[in-house]
């Protein structure tokens, strides 16, 4: 059993510490970090002897605190959360776009938050380059003649649905 529980031990600590992924332990009544592996120090600047030693704000992760809210009350209900979509912020300010994956647990007989955070900010600004790529000109910058037939499109509808006009000038 208790070469088990040392493999155990091991496979756990193992895969909390080289997830690319941020992974944090925080208490779910007040949302102080108890534990964060290194790709959490990385992605928001936080120490994790800054977290454990309280140097951090509580809500100082949240961009909006009713997201952490959200976040309460579904673990509340369910036990678990799949890819939460929230804004949290950088030690420095930065915002970032995130999914958050969660579960309630207990530890040391307080309820906690096991949360796994991936950061979708590279994601979202690659969405966006290709949707400017896909509608735009590329030398110029201005609209092309995709973008005018997606609006078209938009309108004819629009005019269906309501009964209404349109003209093209």
Request: charged share 25%; net charge negative.
């Amino acid at each position: 059993q208790r070469q088990e529980l040392a493999r155990s031990e091991t496979l756990y600590s193992t895969s909390f510490r080289t997830s690319p992924d941020a992974i944090g332990i925080s208490r779910l009544e007040d949302g102080v970090f108890l534990r964060v592996n290194e790709s959490f120090e990385r992605m928001f600047g936080w120490q994790s002897e800054e977290l454990a030693a309280g140097q951090a704000p509580a809500g100082a992760l949240w961009h909006r605190p009713q997201d952490r809210q959200a976040l309460v009350d579904i673990l509340q209900r369910r036990g678990r959360c799949d890819n939460l979509e929230a804004e949290l912020a950088h030690r420095d300010g930065r915002i970032l776009a995130t999914q958050i994956s969660a579960a309630r647990i207990e530890l040391d007989g307080q309820a906690c938050i096991l949360s796994v955070i991936h950061d979708l900010t590279l994601r979202r600004q690659a969405q966006a380059q290709i949707e400017t790529l896909a509608f735009s000109d590329p030398l110029t910058g201005l609209p092309n003649r995709r973008l005018l037939m997606d609006q078209l499109q938009l309108v004819a509808a629009d005019c269906a649905r309501y009964g209404r006009q349109a003209a093209l000038l």
